[in-house]
């Protein structure tokens, strides 16, 4: 069985500062792991995804995330916060040979101040 | 190349009756996945279709089903709705092959509002 814990439901941060929001991850198997975003009544976007390529993994709107196997951590940052990134972020694990039962993480809402 | 669509965006029902939503994946995509949000329970996997045929399923009642048709469209329908399946629901299409690498790509959902 997989699972993911997010261990912060709401995050702020002022624009133009760093942000960090954390996933710890729970699986049989060597997991696939995703972020998404969802903006207010809007649907889920990938921002990026870990295939066992590489543990440093670059999405887009300038965030990435580095899996860490010992800690079973994959954690998101991006150097600097913009006023558009305020949404929900989602950490989701799908672990291999189930390819499309993910779950999901309870969410992050990430609030940006001016 | 147009994104998956839901029909429709918002939807309210009464407790009893059935309502069935549907999700247009992207073309070329073979696997339609749905998933319930709610803010109690977050987002859940209901079930996956691939070709037709259910390939894996969530741990819902069996008042939640849905098909799958020759052009991959895909439809779900709840039977005897109760309060408790007001919930976003979330449809997602990828081209349809097993590795758990491949990326889902979301409609933006229906709204059902079960009063």
């Known amino acids: 069985a997989q699972s993911v814990t997010q261990l912060d439901s709401h995050v702020s941060v002022s624009e133009g500062t760093p942000v960090l929001l954390r996933c710890n991850y729970s699986?049989?198997?060597?997991?696939?792991l995703f972020w998404y975003v969802q903006h207010p009544n809007k649907g889920l976007q990938l921002l990026l995804k870990?295939?066992?390529?590489?543990?440093l993994v670059k999405g887009i709107n300038g965030f990435e995330a580095e899996f860490k196997k010992s800690e079973t951590s994959f954690h998101l940052t991006k150097p600097s916060a913009h006023m558009s990134d305020a949404a929900e972020y989602f950490c989701?694990?799908?672990?291999?040979?189930?390819?499309?039962?993910?779950?999901f993480g309870s969410g992050t809402q990430l609030t940006v101040l001016p | 190349k147009a994104g998956v669509t839901q029909t429709p965006r918002y939807l309210i029902k009464t407790r009893g009756q059935q309502v069935t939503l549907s999700c247009s994946p992207i073309?070329?995509?073979?696997?339609v996945s749905w998933y319930q949000q709610t803010p109690g329970q977050g987002l859940q996997f209901l079930f996956e279709?691939?070709?037709?045929?259910?390939?894996n399923k969530g741990n819902f009642p069996g008042r939640f089903s849905g098909r799958q048709f020759s052009n991959s469209r895909s439809e779900m329908n709840v039977s005897t709705l109760e309060l408790g399946d007001s919930a976003l629901y979330l449809c997602?299409?990828?081209?349809?092959?097993?590795?758990?690498?491949?990326?889902?790509?979301f409609g933006p959902g229906t709204r059902l509002t079960v009063l």
């Open positions: 997602a299409s990828t081209g349809g092959g097993r590795s758990s690498t491949d990326t889902q790509y």
């Open positions: 279709y691939f070709s037709e045929t259910q390939r």
């Open positions: 699986s049989s198997y060597s997991p696939s």
């Open positions: 073309s070329g995509h073979r696997s």
């Open positions: 870990y295939t066992s390529a590489a543990t």
């Open positions: 989701v694990v799908s672990p291999t040979g189930s390819a499309r039962q993910l779950t």
